[in-house]
């Protein structure tokens, strides 16, 4: 088995793929639970208790001054029947699409570029801090800057449809201690969202609980 690990000790992030081909081991599901007990339930309860096949990719995140705390799980070649199984167990407070004109997205000025080499970022829109649309929406991530590999397979585009289960303004987390994030609007400023972002077409369930 082939394993990638990249590793943002600055930041204290990593990313984890695996391949193709086995039964997922006790040690990966070792990994991959160790990596979830270090974020409150709160975010992870939604997660899956153990990996079940390969491939899949492991986000965790801790960029405290980014205001990006994040736990991600991409479950890849997952067949429509297990998709189904999967949206049967939650409620959601809402959905979109990812192509949806309005997307309350946290961090959206965030660029790979700027999130990677730590840039600092200039806000010169602050009108499109709190927009109209953005009211009685729900914030999501900024799925696009943890692309840190060539796969294009970790970036949200036209076939995916994004479902909110729990999401709550506020600091709720001691042990990430956040200041207010100035690419939010000022009822968002601090908060947690988790939830599942599907594509059916690509086979494609990704699980995700975020603090900022």
């Not at 600092?120 to 929406?137: F, Q, R, V």
């Not at 991530?141 to 449809?161: C, G, M, Q, W």
Request: net charge positive; proline share 4%.
């Amino acid at each position: 088995m082939m394993k990638k690990i990249i590793l943002r000790l600055v930041i204290v992030s990593f990313i984890f793929v695996s391949c193709n081909g086995q039964v997922v081991t006790k040690k990966d599901n070792d990994t991959y639970n160790n990596a979830r007990k270090e974020f409150d339930p709160i975010i992870t309860s939604h997660f899956p208790k153990n990996l079940i096949k390969y491939p899949y990719t492991i986000v965790n995140n801790k960029n405290i001054r980014k205001n990006d705390v994040c736990f991600m799980l991409y479950n890849y070649e997952i067949d429509t029947l297990e998709i189904d199984s999967t949206m049967n167990k939650y409620k959601f407070i809402a959905s979109y699409a990812s192509t949806d004109s309005c997307i309350l997205v946290i961090n959206k000025f965030e660029t790979q570029d700027t999130y990677e080499n730590r840039k600092d970022i200039k806000i010169e829109d602050t009108l499109s801090l709190n927009k109209e649309c953005y009211k009685n929406k729900y914030p999501v991530p900024n799925f696009a800057v943890f692309n840190h590999t060539d796969a294009e397979d970790l970036k949200i585009e036209n076939n995916f449809k994004i479902y909110v289960i729990d999401a709550k303004p506020g600091k709720y987390f001691k042990n990430f201690d956040v200041l207010p994030n100035p690419q939010m609007p000022l009822n968002w400023q601090n908060g947690y969202s988790k939830g599942i972002a599907i594509n059916k077409k690509r086979k494609i369930v990704i699980y995700w609980g975020i603090i900022w």
